[in-house]
Nanobody, 120 residues
Framework: QVQVAESGGGLVQPGGSLTLSCAAS????????MSWFRQAPGKEREFVAR????????MYAEFVNGRFSISVNNAENTLALQMNDLQPEDTAVYYCQAQSSQNRQALYYWGQGTQVTVSS
């Protein structure tokens, strides 16, 4: 089992920056990739960014457009999402996801989410 917990959300003005963190615990050595998702009010949860725990390869949603940066510290089992030039449409609950596998079946672990509000 893996547990993840997000932190770092808050209120920020348009154009501002915020860094989200995600701490992983438990069987962290089984984590193959970690991702950020978000869910805005009335909308479905959507993918934001992903990082491969072994290679460090990253992937971003098109709407990120170079504004966000995902990183992982394997020694400390933490994931970060640096967000710049935030806009009101970035307002959402941001979720951390850890991915592992067992018997060739992917396993996903989710945190409780952290609220990001972009408003003047």
């Amino acid at each position: 089992q893996v547990q993840v917990a997000e932190s770092g959300g808050g209120l920020v003005q348009p154009g501002g920056s915020l860094t989200l963190s995600c701490a992983a615990s438990g069987r962290t050595f089984t984590i193959e990739a970690m991702s950020w998702f978000r869910q805005a009010p009335g909308k479905e949860r959507e993918f934001v960014a992903r990082i491969n725990s072994y290679s460090g390869a990253t992937m971003y949603a098109e709407f990120v457009n170079g504004r966000f940066s995902i990183s992982v510290n394997n020694a400390e089992n933490t994931l970060a999402l640096q967000m710049n030039d935030l806009q009101p449409e970035d307002t959402a609950v941001y979720y951390c996801q850890a991915q592992s596998s067992q018997n060739r079946q992917a396993l996903y672990y989710w945190g409780q989410g952290t609220q990001v509000t972009v408003s003047s």
